[in-house]
């Protein structure tokens, strides 16, 4: 089988079982790139050495870790349901990632980033679906108007990362900010789904989470406390922690943010502080000053 027949088959085999749309292209491009790498004609010829061969490529080029374990994933799954050789995880593991230590806006952060986009509405409505719900940039690209329940004050996600779908709580602020947004952006109509966001010529017709996640990255390099490793993902990484600082339970924050399981989760817990600012110190009980 050559290797167009082969990645063709695999994105019918993904689609067959299921994955999320979004997972669909992204494997196909890492299995693709891999392909590419090894030059190979004849999928037949790929074995185990080629792949590992290919995670040495990647990290000699110091791409990020994610994206190896993306790649990996995605290698592994295209051994195993086209060429029938499934890889353990002894065999071909996923690199052991650093510490999670993600960056975190403070409050006048936060104040400064709103403060100073009052004129780009669209842009306003991205960062406080980020930060005020823990929304993912393609979960904010694929938003309708029927996801919004005002009545409830929820919104709906749907099939998002590994097709789960979800509702958040919405505050009184961004529902103001969403219909301020619908006054001045109408929400357009694409094969029967209104979304809020649209943009002419993408895929789907609602804006890409891409787009987004380069106009936030756009917008914060003006800032004095810009770092290079600030995202839009940044925004919810901010949003759970503060839940747990403010008595969330990580219960309701797994549901909150859709996660799979709560080691995904618990790695929110050594990020906050407010336990750690109630303790005594030890000379403070004792009343020992200077």
Same mark, same amino acid.
């Given at each position: 089988?050559?290797?167009?027949?082969?990645?063709?088959?695999?994105?019918?085999?993904?689609?067959?079982?299921?994955?999320?749309?979004?997972?669909?292209?992204?494997?196909?491009?890492?299995?693709?790139?891999?392909?590419?790498?090894?030059?190979?004609?004849?999928?037949?010829?790929?074995?185990?050495?080629l792949?590992?061969?290919?995670?040495?490529?990647?990290?000699?080029?110091?791409?990020?870790?994610?994206?190896?374990?993306? /790649? =990996?994933?995605?290698?592994?799954?295209? &051994?195993? *349901?086209?060429?029938?050789?499934?890889?353990?995880?002894? @065999? $071909?593991?996923?690199?052991?990632?650093?510490?999670?230590d993600?960056?975190?806006?403070?409050?006048?952060?936060?104040?400064?980033?709103?403060?100073?986009?009052?004129?780009?509405?669209?842009?306003?409505i991205?960062?406080l679906?980020g930060?005020?719900?823990?929304?993912?940039?393609?979960?904010?690209?694929?938003?309708?108007?029927?996801?919004?329940?005002?009545?409830?004050?929820?919104?709906?996600?749907?099939?998002s990362?590994?097709?789960?779908?979800?509702?958040?709580?919405?505050?009184?602020?961004?529902?103001?900010?969403?219909?301020?947004?619908?006054?001045?952006?109408?929400?357009?109509?694409?094969?029967?789904?209104?979304?809020?966001?649209?943009?002419?010529? /993408? =895929?789907?017709?609602?804006?890409?989470? &891409?787009? *987004?996640?380069?106009?936030?990255?756009?917008?914060?390099? @003006? $800032?004095?406390?810009?770092?290079?490793?600030?995202?839009?993902?940044?925004?919810?990484?901010?949003?759970?922690?503060r839940?747990?600082?403010?008595?969330?339970?990580i219960?309701?924050?797994?549901?909150?943010?859709?996660?799979?399981?709560?080691?995904?989760?618990?790695?929110?817990?050594?990020?906050?502080?407010?336990?750690?600012?109630?303790?005594?110190?030890?000379?403070?009980?004792?009343g020992?000053?200077?």
């Amino acid at each position: 089988m050559n290797t167009n027949e082969a990645l063709d088959l695999f994105s019918e085999r993904m689609y067959d079982r299921n994955l999320s749309p979004r997972t669909l292209p992204v494997y196909r491009g890492y299995v693709k790139q891999y392909l590419d790498f090894t030059g190979v004609e004849d999928v037949s010829n790929l074995n185990l050495s080629l792949a590992q061969n290919y995670v040495h490529h990647m990290r000699k080029k110091n791409l990020a870790i994610q994206t190896i374990n993306a /790649s =990996i994933s995605a290698i592994r799954y295209f &051994s195993e *349901i086209i060429l029938d050789q499934p890889y353990s995880q002894k @065999q $071909f593991p996923r690199l052991q990632k650093s510490s999670f230590d993600p960056f975190l806006f403070s409050d006048n952060q936060i104040i400064e980033m709103l403060s100073n986009i009052e004129s780009d509405i669209r842009l306003r409505i991205f960062i406080l679906l980020g930060l005020d719900c823990g929304l993912r940039s393609s979960e904010v690209a694929g938003l309708q108007i029927k996801d919004i329940d005002s009545q409830r004050m929820l919104i709906h996600i749907r099939d998002s990362k590994r097709r789960k779908s979800r509702d958040v709580k919405m505050s009184q602020t961004v529902l103001n900010e969403l219909r301020n947004y619908c006054k001045v952006y109408e929400p357009h109509r694409i094969d029967g789904n209104i979304f809020l966001f649209f943009s002419a010529g /993408s =895929i789907g017709g609602h804006i890409s989470h &891409s787009h *987004i996640s380069h106009l936030f990255k756009k917008y914060v390099r @003006q $800032f004095s406390w810009y770092e290079e490793d600030i995202h839009f993902h940044c925004l919810r990484h901010t949003f759970a922690t503060r839940m747990l600082e403010n008595g969330c339970d990580i219960f309701t924050l797994k549901k909150l943010l859709g996660h799979r399981s709560f080691s995904s989760t618990s790695c929110y817990i050594h990020l906050t502080t407010s336990d750690i600012q109630n303790v005594v110190c030890l000379t403070d009980k004792l009343g020992i000053t200077r």
